[in-house]
């Protein structure tokens, strides 16, 4: 199990599949409202990052389905949040080095929003979960938005 997980995420590092939830506006800027699918490998790849980190260190008892629920609550979460508060701001990206200029504030609302939904998950599991949820948050969106530089990179280079 653990070895085929391991491979799941490195193939969802590909650059075709990696787009993510609160720069999800963004994408739709650009690709319209097929954008919206790249949420799915998002989603798988914080969901197996989170769970190897909390299988392998032993940190509460829970399975990768329970993990795969927060997270998909969590991302769809931080996409209708960014869509809407992108929809006040009225950004209009037009070319692949224009998402680099959303990208910070992206990841730190994902990351505000997830850790909000995380925490939510963690309370009764973990004397200490504001700080857990807050470290997972980023390391998980650290994975996905890591993925996101990459596909921009190789948009701009084809």
């Known amino acids: 199990m653990k070895k085929s997980l391991i491979l799941i995420f490195a193939l969802l590092?590909?650059?075709?599949?990696?787009?993510?939830?609160?720069?999800?506006?963004?994408?739709?800027?650009?690709?319209?409202?097929?954008?919206?699918?790249?949420l799915i490998p998002v989603i798988l790849l914080e969901t197996i990052a989170a769970y190897?980190?909390?299988f392998r260190?032993?940190?509460f008892e829970t399975n990768?389905?329970?993990?795969?629920?927060i997270f998909a609550i969590a991302n769809v979460a931080s996409t209708i949040i960014g869509y809407a508060l992108s929809s006040l701001i009225g950004y209009n990206v037009k070319s692949s080095i224009g998402y680099f200029y959303v990208i910070i504030?992206?990841?730190?609302?994902?990351?505000?929003?997830?850790w909000g939904i995380l925490y939510l998950f963690v309370k009764k599991k973990r004397e200490d979960a504001p700080?857990?949820?807050?470290?997972?948050?980023?390391?998980?969106?650290?994975?996905?938005?890591?993925?996101?530089?990459?596909?921009?990179?190789?948009?701009?280079?084809?």
Do not use: Q
């Not at 650009?30 to 919206?36: A, P, Q, T």
């Not at 700080?131 to 084809?158: D, E, G, H, M, P």
């Open 13 to 38: 590092l590909l650059p075709g599949f990696v787009l993510a939830d609160s720069a999800i506006p963004v994408f739709i800027d650009f690709y319209g409202f097929m954008g919206v699918i790249f």
């Open 52 to 54: 190897l980190i909390i």
């Open 57 to 59: 260190n032993k940190y």
């Open 64 to 69: 990768f389905w329970k993990i795969l629920g």
């Open 105 to 114: 504030p992206a990841f730190i609302l994902s990351v505000i929003i997830e």
């Open 131 to 158: 700080r857990f949820s807050l470290k997972l948050a980023i390391i998980t969106n650290c994975i996905s938005y890591a993925a996101i530089v990459i596909f921009f990179f190789y948009r701009l280079l084809t």
